[in-house]
């Protein structure tokens, strides 16, 4: 198993430049969410997904949408990119609790 | 509102002294809670999960539901132990499960 999975691993942007990140898991967990990580503010819910074809915001969920076709997939992306958009992201599933994460995506946009 | 507080960013121990991270919690009902660690360019990782109540690495944390509180202790620290922390919790069923903002354990030699 693989577990969870983010394409790509490192990405620079331009301002309003967009992207999408894809995620993956092979654990047919029901639950995928999207963190952001920046120093000093510790891991940010940007948006989750409790199923198939269903999404909800998380606590920091402007300039980012997301989209779960398959239940192994969870997209995120941004229409626009900003400078305050520079983070490692973070996607997770888990199947009731304590999220198994992917290895990050660091992204800077200039 | 839900809300996971770890007062310390970073605290700084020698090898072989105790160590204790903080966390604090706000959630009305009954949340579950868990430890995370992250070494260095790594994913995060579970350490612990409060109904579990088992002890990894020699961590253990518990539950007070009076201080809502759920604090990280291990009574030998190690050089290895040099990692971010972060304490977690989510509501019922387990999704939507937010963290603190981290504290960074420097274990001296």
């Known amino acids: 198993n693989a577990g969870v999975t983010q394409t790509p691993k490192f990405r620079v942007l331009k301002t309003g430049q967009s992207m999408t990140l894809l995620c993956a898991q092979d654990?047919?967990?029901?639950?995928m969410y999207w963190y952001r990580q920046d120093p000093g503010m510790g891991l940010r819910l940007i948006h989750y997904?409790?199923?198939?074809?269903?999404?909800a915001k998380g606590e920091v969920p402007d300039g980012y949408n997301v989209s779960r076709l398959k239940k192994q997939n969870f997209l995120l992306g941004l229409e626009s990119a900003a400078p305050s958009q520079t983070s490692v992201y973070f996607c997770?599933?888990?199947?009731?609790?304590?999220?198994?994460f992917g290895p990050g995506t660091r992204l800077t946009v200039t | 509102a839900q809300r996971v507080t770890q007062p310390e960013k970073l605290l700084s121990v020698f090898k072989g002294a105790p160590v204790e991270l903080k966390c604090n919690y706000s959630?009305?009902?009954?949340?579950?809670l868990f430890w995370y660690v992250q070494y260095s360019r790594q994913r995060l990782q579970l350490l612990l999960r409060?109904?579990s109540r088992e002890s990894i690495k020699g961590f253990t944390a518990d539950l007070n539901k009076g201080e809502t509180s759920f604090h990280l202790k291990k009574p030998f620290a190690q050089e290895e132990d040099s990692a971010m922390y972060y304490c977690?919790?989510?509501?019922?069923?387990?999704?939507?499960?937010?963290f603190g903002a981290g504290t960074r354990l420097f274990v001296k030699a």
């Open positions: 997770a599933s888990s199947r009731d609790s304590s999220p198994y």
């Open positions: 654990m047919n967990h029901e639950y």
């Open positions: 977690a919790l989510s509501g019922p069923g387990g999704f939507k499960t937010i």
């Open positions: 997904s409790v199923g198939e074809g269903t999404t």
């Open positions: 959630y009305s009902g009954s949340p579950e």
């Open positions: 409060h109904i």
